[in-house]
C-alpha cells in the first residue's frame, strides 16, 4: 500500500517507501547493466515512438517510410497493448550507433531508446510479415453447399441496410448538446480527436469520426450513422465503468476532479500531495499536487516529480510558463499528470502503476484534466488537523 512517506519528495522530506523504490530501481538499473554485458552481441531494436491505437501507429508507420534513414522500420504490439514503431533487429552496438546518430539528426524523438524483443508480440507492419489465419473446415455435401451458395448470392443482392449519408446528417442535427460533447469524448478516449469539447463538428471531429469508421472496418463517411454512435458511445461507457470514475472534491486540497474510484482510494495527506492508494491488485497510485510557491514551486515539484524513483525515463517532460505536464512509460510501470499555476498555487494530478494499466489511463486524462478544478485552499502541514 502506498503511504505518505513515499510521496514526500526528496526536496521536501523524502519518506521511507521513497527510498525503498529507489533501492529498487538501481537494483533493476543493475540487473539490466549485467544482461547487457552478458549479451552485447544479441539483436535489439531502436524503439522509435509507441501509440496507443493502431490507426496512429500505421499513419505513423507510411510517414516514417519515405525515409531511408530509417529502414528497415517494422510495427509490433507491445505487452503493454501500445503499438510501437521499430528500427532493426540490429546488433547491439550497431544499434547504439543507430540511435545515437538519428537522434542527433533529428530523425527520430530524443526519447527513443533500444528495446529486446521480448517486449514484443505480435508483429503487425509490414503487412507482408503478418501471417495469415487458416481455417480448416470439413466440405459440406453438395446439395448443401449449392444452396449455401444461393443464400449468399440473395444477400449479396440485397439492398444494405447502412442509412444514407442525408440519413446519417439528419440523425445527427437532432441530437442534443451533452451527447455530442460525449462523442467528441469518445472519440477522444479512442485516440481519434484532440480537439475541444464543445460539440461543434467541425473538420477535427469529423477527421475523427472518419478514423474511427476506419478503425472499425465502416464506411469512411466522416459522419456517424445512428448505430455507430451507439456503439461508439456504448464501448466508451463500458470501459469507464471499469474505472469507477467518481467526482471527489478535497477542500484542503482545493481541488475538484475526476478519479477512477475503482483503482484508488484515498489514504493520507502528505503536503504537497493527497495521497491515493491503490485499490486492488492493477497497482495504480494517484497523488493530487497542492502547494504555494508560485513559479519557483512548479519548477522544483516538476524536478521532484520527474525523478528517476517516480517517472521512467524519456517520455514527454515539458515544463511550462504556467504548469507542466509529463506522460512515460517502459516495459514495467508507468507514470502521467499535469500541474498548473493558479495565482501563487501549484495544483495538479499524477497517477502511476504497472505498465499494463497505462493505456487505460492515457485515455482517461483528456477527461481528468478537463473536469480538473481549483477551488479554494492549498494544502500544508498548518492546514491540517
Not at 266 to 275: G, I, M, N, S
Request: net charge neutral; with cysteine.
Amino acid at each position: 500500500m502506498l503511504t505518505r512517506g513515499s510521496w514526500e519528495c526528496r526536496r521536501m522530506g523524502v519518506g521511507i517507501m521513497a527510498r525503498a523504490m529507489v533501492m529498487g530501481v538501481v537494483f533493476c538499473l543493475f540487473c539490466a547493466g549485467t544482461l547487457r554485458a552478458e549479451g552485447q552481441n544479441d539483436l535489439v531494436w531502436v524503439q522509435i515512438e509507441a501509440h496507443p491505437d493502431l490507426v496512429t501507429a500505421q499513419a505513423r508507420l507510411r510517414a516514417y517510410g519515405a525515409d531511408p534513414t530509417t529502414a528497415p522500420l517494422a510495427g509490433f504490439m507491445m505487452r503493454t497493448g501500445m503499438y510501437a514503431l521499430a528500427l532493426g533487429p540490429l546488433p547491439r552496438a550497431e544499434a547504439m550507433t543507430r540511435l545515437r546518430d538519428l537522434r542527433a539528426a533529428g530523425r527520430i524523438p530524443r526519447d527513443s531508446y533500444l528495446q529486446s524483443a521480448q517486449n514484443y508480440t505480435s508483429q503487425f507492419w509490414p503487412i507482408a510479415a503478418q501471417t495469415p489465419m487458416i481455417i480448416s473446415v470439413d466440405p459440406l455435401p453438395e446439395p448443401t453447399r449449392r444452396s449455401a451458395l444461393a443464400a449468399q448470392e440473395t444477400a449479396d443482392r440485397a439492398p444494405t441496410a447502412r442509412p444514407s449519408l442525408a440519413q446519417a446528417r439528419a440523425s445527427e442535427a437532432a441530437l442534443d448538446p451533452s451527447t455530442r460533447d460525449d462523442i467528441q469524448r469518445a472519440l477522444a478516449w479512442h485516440d481519434h480527436y484532440r480537439g475541444a469539447i464543445d460539440g461543434a463538428f467541425g473538420p477535427a471531429t469529423r477527421a475523427a469520426m472518419a478514423a474511427w469508421q476506419r478503425a472499425n472496418d465502416l464506411p469512411e463517411t466522416g459522419v456517424l450513422t445512428e448505430a455507430e454512435r451507439a456503439a461508439l458511445l456504448a464501448n466508451w461507457r463500458r470501459e469507464l465503468a471499469s474505472l469507477g470514475l467518481e467526482t471527489i472534491r478535497k477542500t484542503e486540497a482545493g481541488i475538484q476532479t475526476l478519479f477512477p474510484a475503482s483503482l484508488v482510494e484515498f489514504t493520507a495527506y502528505a503536503p504537497p500531495f493527497a495521497v491515493f492508494a491503490p485499490k486492488d491488485a492493477r497497482g495504480v497510485e494517484m497523488v493530487l499536487i497542492s502547494a504555494n510557491g508560485g513559479a519557483t514551486r512548479l519548477q522544483s515539484l516538476f524536478e521532484t516529480l520527474t525523478g528517476p524513483e517516480i517517472m521512467p525515463k524519456g517520455g514527454m517532460r515539458d515544463l511550462l510558463r504556467d504548469g507542466f505536464n509529463l506522460a512515460s512509460s517502459d516495459e514495467t510501470r508507468f507514470a502521467t499528470g499535469f500541474a498548473r499555476l493558479d495565482g501563487d498555487a501549484v495544483k495538479g494530478v499524477l497517477i502511476r502503476g504497472p505498465a499494463e494499466q497505462y493505456l487505460q489511463i492515457a485515455r482517461l486524462m483528456p477527461q481528468i484534466e478537463e473536469s480538473f478544478t481549483s477551488i479554494d485552499g492549498v494544502l500544508s502541514a498548518a492546514s491540517l488537523p
